[in-house]
């Protein structure tokens, strides 16, 4: 239970910004997570917080004690890699003692702690086991009770579950989090997965080529986001470029009036914000491909000048390959210079659930 | 009804017998059992004249003979006594530097690791006889040091290059685990990393001391006269002597640490750790 302070940290390798600029105040009990695609800085980022890198500049503090200088093992965090780095010499009981071994704790206190924390992690009675006789999910079970068992101000959490499957990787991460809840432990979480971070965390961090594109919750993140990188990172997103003139967005598909001073923008609408209907004549698009996810269908429509949009309907029954179509925009945002400048309001009738059909594009 | 016809229509597959493979198994065995029966057979045979394919008389008169000799006592203890100082002193030297070529870069990191492959690059008689030259000056000729000093030098290639592909293959994750649990770079080492390490080093190890207790002509040439380890003296015994049993019976006897040795190394190391030490 702590509060994180990130300041002003960068990291330079040779030329390479690894992290640039990187400020975050993670508040005392929450799990925030950064997101973001390989290369993007958060393992560095990370591993600077757990003392296994240096940053080049900025500071980190925890609880308003500067640790950028200390070495990992004076810090007070507790990390979980995602290979989960058990020692293969020690069966699990020795794993997670280590480090109240090292603190000099007498044994039977040692014992009390690992036996309630491996209750905590559900595997109980596995004290004498080794590690390659666990299966992946024990395995990072194991790690994360190593860490907690020595009560670590800030849990650091490296792509836990990356090499897990599907539905492990559900299971487990919905466990870790009512264990975070349930200790109240101020907690980092690095993935490159958006439904993990879209599931667990009270906030995420967007980032991009080590720097932070959006600092929000999960909500805020997907419905709002501020930059068109973040529109198109998390979830699916169309991205359309056109013009804004005379008051409307303009581009050989769309024409939508929108109030905001002319100039290039980019228009981003979600697939589920996106229907189409069966078009009468001079049709918007033709339907290049209808796949079937089960709980939906993703229609491909494509353009007569070759751009692609994705619309989500409910089902894929009467959709078919080559149909012409009209789309019909719900709820959309328009970006320009890396920032949002308009949003379609809920009040408009354009995200009304009667899907109404838009002016006849004007060809740019 | 069909399926019952089937049933009992049912044949096993002839056996196939891989003649070629056994063939050449046999042959092989042969060719590497047939001298070690050959030696084996001398040792214990007390008189085994032409024509007879079997000795005429087995016994053990010369084994008697053989350890009754002092030269023969003197000669185990010298050789383990050389074999475990060099042991000792490759250990001391080359696994810091097998850690420091592990973990560090240095100038010089490359050409350094490949020169000690330089000792075994070049004919070992050559090299010998112009570090005796050297060693004479030095008044190390005859000496137990110099002997000491030589077979180290064999030693340093196999207890720098495992130990190093040992190092490396420890898994750096772990030791920053270890430090994000509180351990010092220090208790990482002696926890951590050398446990990791420890069978492939202990493989090194093992066959330094194998490799020196064997080691021949460095011994004859710089120990002569005042030297004589184990593996010198069957060589002499064989050479000089006319008794053929002199240097069955050492031959034998010098089977023993290597198959101890063998032993061990199933015990200690297991499966992969050799190969993983050579890097598989």
Redesign the interface.
Same mark, same amino acid.
């Given at each position: 239970m702590a509060k994180l302070d990130i300041t002003g940290i960068s990291k330079i390798f040779n030329t390479v910004r690894a992290v640039d600029d990187f400020s975050l105040n993670v508040e005392d009990g929450e799990l925030v997570c950064l997101l973001g695609p390989s290369g993007s800085g958060k393992s560095t980022l990370l591993r600077m917080i !757990?003392?296994?890198e240096t940053p080049t500049y900025g500071s980190i503090s925890i609880d308003g004690e500067d640790i950028t200088r200390l #070495? #990992?093992?004076k810090r007070p965090? !507790?990390?979980v890699?995602q $290979?989960h %780095? +058990?020692? $293969?010499?020690m069966n699990v009981f020795k794993n997670i003692a280590? !480090?109240l071994k +090292?603190?000099r704790l007498p044994q039977a206190e040692i014992r009390h702690k690992v036996e309630t924390v491996l209750d905590l992690v559900g595997l109980q009675g596995f004290g004498k086991r080794l590690t390659h006789q666990l299966s992946g999910g024990q395995q990072q079970r194991v %790690?994360l009770a190593?860490?907690l068992v +020595?009560e670590p101000k800030i849990l650091l959490l490296d792509e836990p579950f990356a090499s897990l499957d599907q539905h492990l990787r559900e299971r487990l991460r919905e466990e870790v989090r009512d264990i975070q809840q349930r200790l109240k432990i101020t907690t980092l979480f690095v993935t490159h997965a958006q439904d993990e971070a879209l599931a667990v965390s009270d906030r995420i961090v967007v980032m991009r080529d080590g720097r932070s594109e959006q600092i929000a919750r999960p909500a805020e993140v997907y419905r709002e986001p501020a930059t068109p990188f973040v529109a198109g990172f998390i979830g699916q997103m169309n991205l359309l470029n056109g013009e804004v003139r005379d008051g409307r967005f303009v581009h050989s598909a769309f024409n939508v009036p929108v109030t905001i001073a002319e100039g290039n923008a980019i228009l981003a609408v979600r697939p589920e914000a996106l229907a189409i209907a069966p078009a009468s004549s001079e049709p918007m698009g033709h339907i290049h491909r209808v796949t079937d996810y089960g709980t939906h269908a993703m229609i491909d429509v494509e353009l007569p000048d070759g751009e692609r949009l994705k619309s989500s309907m409910p089902t894929a029954d009467e959709w078919s390959s080559g149909q012409p179509v009209d789309l019909v925009p719900g709820a959309f945002a328009l970006y320009r210079d890396n920032a949002v400048i308009y949003r379609s309001s809920r009040s408009n009738p354009a995200s009304s659930a009667a899907p109404r059909k838009i002016r006849k594009p004007v060809h740019v | 009804m069909a399926a019952a016809t089937d049933t009992q229509n049912l044949v096993a597959p002839p056996a196939r017998v891989d003649f070629v493979g056994i063939g050449y198994a046999v042959v092989l065995s042969i060719l590497i059992i047939f001298p070690l029966l050959v030696v084996g057979t001398w040792a214990f045979t007390d008189v085994w004249r032409y024509p007879n394919v079997v000795p005429q008389q087995f016994g053990l008169r010369f084994w008697n003979q053989t350890l009754t000799r002092a030269d023969v006592w003197s000669a185990l203890w010298l050789s383990l006594q050389l074999s475990t100082v060099v042991t000792l002193l490759s250990a001391a030297i080359c696994l810091p530097a097998a850690y420091a070529f592990a973990r560090m870069k240095f100038p010089g990191r490359n050409v350094l690791f490949f020169s000690f492959l330089a000792g075994h690059a070049f004919p070992k008689f050559g090299l010998l006889v112009a570090i005796a030259a050297i060693f004479l000056q030095l008044n190390l000729i005859g000496t137990f040091w110099g002997v000491v000093l030589i077979q180290l030098v064999g030693t340093l290639l196999f207890m720098i290059w495992i130990p190093v592909a040992a190092f490396q293959s420890v898994d750096r994750r772990m030791e920053e685990a270890a430090r994000d649990v509180g351990a010092s770079p220090l208790r990482v080492f002696w926890s951590i990393t050398l446990p990791q390490a420890g069978p492939t080093i202990a493989a090194a190890i093992l066959l330094s001391f194998v490799g020196t207790f064997y080691e021949t002509e460095g011994a004859w040439l710089i120990g002569a006269p005042g030297i004589r380890t184990m593996p010198v003296l069957m060589i002499t015994f064989i050479n000089n002597q006319i008794v053929v049993q002199y240097g069955a019976v050492l031959s034998v006897l010098l089977w023993v640490p290597s198959f101890i040795a063998l032993l061990f190394a199933r015990r200690v190391i297991g499966g992969g750790a050799f190969a993983r030490g050579f890097g598989a």
């Open positions: !757990g003392g296994f #070495p #990992p093992e965090t !507790g990390m890699f $290979s %780095a +058990l020692w $293969s010499h280590f !480090g +090292l603190r %790690a190593r860490s +020595l | -």
